[in-house]
């Protein structure tokens, strides 16, 4: 089996960092900057509400908005210039760091964020609880008391509620979608249509899957009408991506329980 490719890059990082009155001095944000490709981007905390007034809170959730679009404007060079000079007092940059850039921008970005940002949990609000696929088939599968292994902050753009959580993949049936190891987001109770959806099952048999008692594969069914005029499923499937594994059928005696879908891989 041939080893994956990582692409890397040089960059450059800089560090935003808050001091408001009162409060110790802490990091704010990350900005990553490559300049190959001219590429400058930034992600700042959410929590503000957690360590400021309401006043300053409104200004700095402002901040990230208003850096991008100055990129836009600006260009990352010119952006880059404009912070180092401007920036003093409650909001200030630090130097320029430099970085290898792999596995992509974005991912790189995310992973100097979580290094460096400490912001507070707010579940369901930012986080989202991290569980193994064994402890959320115990929690939504069976209604089970189960403990969170921790939390991650969820991308800004994701709605959350209280049905997501989040848990690492292993195993190649899904790749490239779905990497070895990935963090995915999932929310529990698939409802509505699951045609081509992404799930996340536990197989009580494991033979299926080569002894994985949980695996995400593709949804597809097809249906008939049955004698009383209602649809019944003739035949379900859960299918890989990756074209070295195999898809297999639910049979009637199948023991195999969906346990929720796919919502997003994370960085």
């Known amino acids: 089996m041939n080893a994956a490719v ?7 990082f800089l560090l935003l960092e808050v001091s408001l009155p009162g409060r110790a001095a802490e990091a704010a944000g990350v900005l990553l900057y490559e300049a190959a490709g001219n590429l400058l981007d930034v992600r700042m905390r959410r929590d503000w509400d957690q360590i400021a007034e309401p006043e300053e809170g409104e200004v700095l ?6 850096l991008r679009d100055k990129i836009a404007e600006m260009g990352a060079g010119g ?16 130097e320029r760091q430099p970085v290898l850039i792999a596995g992509g921008f974005q991912a790189t970005l995310n992973r100097l964020y979580r290094q460096f940002v400490a912001s507070r949990v ?3 609000k930012t986080h989202l609880p991290v569980y193994s ?20 902050e969820a991308p800004a753009d994701l709605r959350l509620i209280e049905e997501m959580f989040v848990a690492q993949v292993r195993g190649r049936s899904m790749e490239p979608e779905i990497p070895d190891g990935a ?10 249509s699951r045609q ?4 996340l099952v536990e197989n009580f048999s494991e033979s299926e899957t080569g002894g994985q008692r949980y695996t995400i594969k593709r949804y597809t069914s097809k249906k008939k ?9 003739e035949v379900i499937r859960l299918e890989p991506l990756n074209p070295e594994f195999e898809a297999w059928e639910i049979e009637e005696d199948s023991r195999v329980r969906v346990l929720a879908e796919l919502v997003r891989v994370l960085d």
């Open 6 to 12: 990582v692409e890397t890059a040089r960059g450059e």
């Open 61 to 66: 959730e402002l901040v990230e908005r208003d």
């Open 79 to 94: 952006v880059l210039g404009y912070i180092e000079e401007t920036l003093s007092n409650s909001l200030r940059v630090s």
């Open 122 to 124: 707010q579940p369901y």
């Open 133 to 152: 696929c064994r402890a959320a088939a115990g929690r939504w599968g069976e209604q089970q008391e189960v403990e969170e292994e921790g939390w991650i």
């Open 183 to 192: 963090w995915c987001v999932f929310r529990a109770g698939v409802t509505g």
């Open 196 to 199: 081509g959806r992404r799930v």
């Open 225 to 233: 009408h049955a004698e009383d005029g209602s649809w019944q499923h």
